[in-house]
C-alpha cells in the first residue's frame, strides 16, 4: 500500500536546521535543483512564503506556494517579496509565466507586478504571463499593465526593444472546475468560504496518480473537503476567527504568541478554545492524512513522489 505524505510536509524547523537561517537556506538551494534522473514524473512542492495579512517582516516571505508538476511550474498566489525567495533558490522567474490566485486580497497580488514586470526586462522572458483568478482578475491585470504603460512602451518600443509577447498578460476570471490542463497536470478550482471574500477559491493539482490540494483562505469548508477527498497532501491555512476572545495582546499579533507560531500553511496549536477539529478534518478527505503541529517556514522545498 502506498504511504501517504504527512500533511504539511511536516519540519521541525528548530530540529532539522539546527544552525538557524543559514542552514535553512542551504537546505531550500540545496533542494531547488532538479532531480534530472526522474524529473518528468516527479510532483513537487515548495513553500516560497508563508506569512498572511498586509504585514511586514523580516524573516518571512508573503504567501506564496509554487508546483512543480515534470515541467510545469505553477505558482499559487504572489505574496510579498517571493520574487526574491524563488531568486534566492535558484529559480528561474523566466520559467515562472503561470499564476492561480486564490482570491485578491493585497497580501495575496502584492508581488504580481514584478512577476509581470522584471522576468521581462532584465531576464528575457518572450511568452505571455498567464493569471487565473476569481472576478476581477482580468480586470486588475488590465489596469496594472496600464499602471506601467509608460515603462512598457520605453523598453518594449523605443530603448531596448524587449519582446512584446513577453510583456502581455493573459488572464481568466475563473468559475468552479477544472481551469488548466496540459502536460499530464490538471489543476481544479473549488470554491471555499473566506468570509466576506467572495469568490474565494482553493485549488487542487492532479498529476501522475498524485495530487495535492492547497485550501487558500477559508473556513471550515464542506467543499474543501468534496473536493480534496482522497488526496495525498492537504495544505491547509488555520487561524483564529477575528471574533475569538482569545485574541488579545499586541495588535501585531493574529494569536497571542503568534510571532512564535506559524500560521499560514502551518496549524495552530490546538486549545480548548478551539470550535474546529482539523485531525478529524484531515480525516474527512483522507483516512491515511494526520494533522500534524508544526512551525513552517517559507523557503522550504519537498520532493513528494
Not at 87 to 110: A, C, E, P, Q, Y
Amino acid at each position: 500500500m502506498r504511504k501517504t505524505v504527512a500533511v504539511f510536509i511536516a519540519l521541525f524547523v528548530a530540529l532539522s536546521y539546527p544552525d538557524g537561517p543559514k542552514s535553512l537556506q542551504a537546505a531550500a538551494l540545496s533542494q531547488s535543483e532538479p532531480r534530472r534522473d526522474a524529473d518528468n514524473a516527479m510532483l513537487r512542492v515548495i513553500l516560497v512564503g508563508t506569512a498572511g495579512g498586509p504585514t511586514f517582516s523580516a524573516d518571512r516571505l508573503g504567501i506564496a506556494t509554487l508546483i512543480v508538476a515534470g515541467p510545469e511550474k505553477l505558482l499559487f498566489d504572489c505574496g510579498r517579496g517571493m520574487t526574491t525567495g524563488m531568486s534566492r533558490m535558484g529559480i528561474n522567474l523566466v520559467d515562472v509565466t503561470k499564476v492561480f490566485l486564490t482570491h485578491l486580497h493585497s497580501d495575496h497580488i502584492i508581488a504580481l507586478p514584478e512577476l509581470y514586470l522584471y522576468p521581462w526586462a532584465s531576464q528575457g522572458r518572450s511568452v505571455p504571463l498567464h493569471v487565473w483568478g476569481p472576478n476581477g482578475t482580468r480586470s486588475m491585470m488590465e489596469h496594472l499593465q496600464k499602471a506601467f504603460a509608460f515603462d512598457i512602451h520605453i523598453r518594449r518600443d523605443v530603448d531596448e526593444k524587449f519582446s512584446p509577447d513577453g510583456i502581455k498578460a493573459i488572464a481568466t476570471d475563473i468559475q468552479q472546475g477544472v481551469v488548466y490542463q496540459a502536460n499530464g497536470v490538471k489543476v481544479t478550482a473549488f470554491l471555499v468560504d473566506h468570509g466576506p471574500v467572495k469568490p474565494a477559491f482553493g485549488y487542487r493539482i492532479d498529476y501522475q496518480g498524485h495530487s495535492v490540494v492547497l485550501s487558500g483562505d477559508t473556513k471550515p469548508s464542506d467543499n474543501l473537503v468534496k473536493f480534496s477527498q482522497g488526496v495525498d497532501v492537504l495544505i491547509h491555512e488555520v487561524g483564529r476567527s477575528k471574533q475569538d476572545p482569545a485574541l488579545s495582546g499586541p495588535g501585531n499579533e493574529r494569536v497571542p504568541g503568534g510571532s512564535q507560531l506559524g500560521s499560514k500553511h502551518a496549524l495552530l496549536p490546538i486549545t480548548t478554545r478551539t470550535v474546529w477539529k482539523p485531525d478529524r478534518y484531515f480525516r474527512e478527505c483522507n483516512q491515511n492524512l494526520r494533522c500534524s503541529h508544526t512551525l513552517i517556514q517559507h523557503g522550504l522545498s519537498h520532493y513528494l513522489w
